[in-house]
């Protein structure tokens, strides 16, 4: 083997540069927006997997709560910024791994250009690299399992394709104990060995990757055999058909929040990527690229099929169109040599404008969406950018005054707070009973309250004659005699929290004491 040149070092040098340089700003980014704003309505409700911990949970497996322990030293920097740390750390891990990915299927520049257009998603920069979802540790494993995969697959079955098939099986249960759509990612792999590589059904090593990955599974699958497999039943019916026909509103609203959360521009390139590769025009000689549209496609046209009948969110299927950015990398790559070719500068243009409108909407609200949309109550509830807003402000208000009215005695010490759905529930549990010995319980069916049902059998559920506080907001009001699962025999007349943006109240949040329950249900 001739050893590189002097020329070839300084040459992989320079390439080095441009990755590092987009790591680092692409973190410290991301780091500011983690810090800056208030948990949405998800992360708060994930909040509760890493304040409650379990083998498994209802909506997921326990790898975000898991792993929001870890870098926040199991709660103790309570912040949102170490809250979204995981995400942060997430998105710059996956930034490299797409750079290593892109690399294994042509040369550095195709790796350079697989981390651009990484950045430029919303997806992978935001949903996963900024916000604690699922979707989050999920990318990681997925990725690197890609790639370990790719490896494995590159040549003969030699000692080293076996030990990266056996990296792969890791990440592959690592991944699913982030989510249950993993499952797609096995399945690719799967039908890449049935169809272009069968001589591994053959090796031990392909029978003690599964074994791997169904031990790293077991956990999950035990708390649902406790609970009556009440996780899988629920994510079953949500894609089951139901008997109204095709809604084009469901269908539509799929298809523009994929494009939004890919980056229109970037979804075009994928597209042009995987009609290029049908065509068999590519040229690249390496046949376990096929991998990558065996992975990413059915998981993709799964959700499309069910946004036919039912309504879906555009970041279910996020994992399968990270996939495919590579190939989107190697197509742009046949035709291009520019550090930065067009299509990649007008995606990041993209992305930069969008993050710099939605960060003013959020701190200012210049766009006046909430005269746009009102509920009968002439509260705005359309501006979403509220959804991330107004949080600490309820926190400043609330703790003083459950302080005052304990101290004067017309409160119980560290009553509960209760709610009626998921959220605001968790939205309660972090900002308004974090460090202060209250704690929150919801009432009504499984359905609206989610892994609840097992926080309120951990606090001894609802208790008769105790008392309560509720609280509720001008944009999701819903006054306390309306739950009828719960009644209790006086309610106070609300204390009022404002919300101020810029100077001026937004909504509202009310603060009601609920005394002497009388009945459940």
């Known amino acids: 083997m001739v050893p590189p040149n002097l020329t070839t070092l300084k040459n992989r040098a320079s390439n080095s540069y441009p990755i590092l340089y987009l790591l680092i700003l692409s973190a410290v980014v991301r780091a500011l927006l983690a810090a800056g704003f208030c948990l949405g309505n998800d992360e708060a409700y994930y909040y509760t997997y890493a304040l409650y911990p379990a083998l498994s949970h209802f909506d997921h497996p326990p790898m975000v709560g898991w792993v929001m322990q870890l870098f926040s030293l199991d709660l103790y920097f309570n912040t949102e910024f170490f809250i979204r740390m995981a995400s942060v750390i997430a998105g710059t891990i996956n930034t490299w791994l797409m750079y290593c990915i892109g690399r294994h299927l042509r040369d550095e520049r195709t790796g350079w ?54 990296l792969a099986s890791v990440m592959i249960g690592l991944a699913f104990l982030s989510k249950y759509t993993t499952a797609y990612l096995w399945l690719g792999m799967f039908v890449y060995i049935l169809a272009y590589n069968r001589k591994w059904l053959k090796t031990k090593v392909f029978y003690l990757a599964h074994l791997i990955m169904a031990v790293m599974f077991s956990p999950v699958l035990w708390w649902n055999m406790q609970n009556g497999f009440v996780s899988f039943l629920f994510h079953s019916g949500r894609v089951e058909p139901q008997a109204t026909p095709f809604t084009f509103d469901y269908f539509l609203t799929e298809i523009l929040g994929e494009a939004l959360y890919t980056n229109p521009i970037v979804l075009v390139l994928i597209i042009l990527s995987v009609v290029t590769f049908f065509n068999k025009k590519y040229n690249i000689g390496k046949p376990e690229t096929k991998l990558l549209l065996w992975s990413a496609l059915p998981l993709i046209l799964t959700f499309l099929l069910v946004s036919f009948f039912r309504r879906t969110l555009p970041h279910w299927n996020g994992a399968g169109y990270l996939t495919l950015m590579p190939l989107a990398a190697l197509w742009l790559r046949n035709r291009s040599e520019a550090i930065f070719p067009k299509a990649l500068k007008a995606s990041l243009a993209f992305i930069l404008v969008l993050l710099i409108l939605s960060t003013a909407q959020i701190l200012t609200g210049f766009i006046p969406i909430e005269k746009l949309t009102k509920n009968t109550t002439g509260s705005s509830i359309g501006d979403y950018s ?130 002497n329950l009388q009945m459940k249900r």
């Open 386 to 515: 509220l959804e991330v807003y107004g949080w600490r402000q309820l926190r400043e208000g609330f703790i003083p005054l459950a302080d005052k009215y304990e101290k004067e005695g017309k409160m119980p010490a560290n009553s509960p707070i209760v709610s009626y759905r998921w959220f605001p529930a968790a939205n309660f549990s972090y900002y308004a009973a974090r460090g202060t010995g209250r704690f929150v319980m919801a009432t009504g069916d499984t359905a609206s309250i989610h892994k609840y049902v097992w926080i309120n059998q951990l606090h001894g559920s609802f208790r008769l004659n105790s008392d309560a506080w509720y609280i509720t907001s001008s944009r999701d009001f819903r006054h306390p005699r309306t739950i009828n699962t719960l009644y209790y025999n006086k309610i106070s007349q609300p204390d009022t929290i404002p919300i101020f943006r810029m100077g001026k109240p937004v909504y509202y949040f009310y603060v009601y004491r609920l005394y």
């Open 113 to 166: 250009y697989a981390a651009l257009l990484y950045t430029a998603s919303i997806y992978g920069f935001i949903i996963v690299g900024v916000f604690i979802l699922p979707d989050a540790p999920q990318s990681v494993f997925w990725l690197a399992a890609i790639l370990f995969l790719l490896k494995a697959f590159k040549g003969e079955i030699d000692k080293t394709a076996k030990q990266n098939f056996l």
